[in-house]
């Protein structure tokens, strides 16, 4: 069945320094992939999505490589700010055979960005 | 943000009673969706809905049923609540099965 696994958390940084989280998955055939935020108290937001090989998606300065060959789909941010501190979900859509497009999701990563 | 609404948004119930949790939508999507969300085990699916009394199981669907009566809402019922349905419960809804997945706020049901 599919799969998606995240780096352990949680994840402490300073502002201003790099991010980066791990994901990887298994699937059969060509999910679509995408990393979900989550707020304090808040529902999950999509934060950027990517639906083929090779494609980048980006949004917020936070960008992700669907990467067939290594199976991964790692999320980025150059220069992180404190409000960027949240829960962090990979999760991968397959919307082949009778999937429905059900999202698989890994098990989220907390980040915290001090000042 | 999509017009998706859950209620109640908390709820504190005793184990053995019927709960049912409401999910609504102003977008017109087809599909809809109940997640919850447990510490270690980021999202796992109910049951989902694809059409107006169109429903099936998720992965972890025992203890839960659905019903899907109108295109703009989902319930989910709890008919016999236990302890271990102590969680936090998702709504998401989807133009169609290839589209991105847009969630709901919550609702934290609490079991004692």
């Known amino acids: 069945g599919n799969s998606v696994t995240q780096m352990e958390g949680p994840v402490t940084l300073s502002e201003e320094a790099f991010l980066t989280i791990n994901c990887t998955y298994t699937a059969t055939g060509y999910p679509s992939l995408f990393w979900y935020v989550q707020y304090p108290g808040e529902g999950l937001q999509l934060l950027l999505k990517?639906?083929?090989?090779?494609d980048k998606g980006s949004n917020k300065g936070f960008e992700a490589t669907y990467r067939k060959e290594t199976t991964s789909f790692h999320l980025e941010k150059g220069s992180v700010q404190v409000s960027d501190s949240a829960v962090y979900f990979c999760a991968l859509s397959y919307s082949g055979g009778t999937s429905y497009g059900k999202l698989t999701f890994g098990q989220g990563t907390i980040l915290t960005v001090h000042p | 943000d999509a017009g998706i609404t859950q209620s109640p948004r908390h709820k504190v119930t005793e184990t053995g009673t019927p709960v049912t949790l409401r999910c609504h939508q102003t977008?017109?999507?087809?599909?809809m969706y109940w997640y919850r969300q447990d510490p270690g085990h980021g999202l796992r699916l109910i049951h989902y809905?694809?059409?107006?009394?169109?429903?099936d199981k998720g992965e972890v669907s025992d203890g839960y049923s659905v019903s899907r009566s109108k295109t703009e809402d989902f319930l989910l019922t709890l008919e016999s609540a236990t302890s271990s349905q102590t969680s936090v419960y998702f709504c998401?809804?989807?133009?169609?099965?290839?589209?991105?997945?847009?969630f709901g706020p919550g609702t934290r049901l609490t079991v004692t």
């Open positions: 998401a809804i989807s133009r169609d099965r290839e589209y991105e997945q847009y």
């Open positions: 809905s694809y059409g107006v009394k169109d429903t």
């Open positions: 990517a639906t083929k090989a090779d």
């Open positions: 977008e017109n999507h087809r599909y």
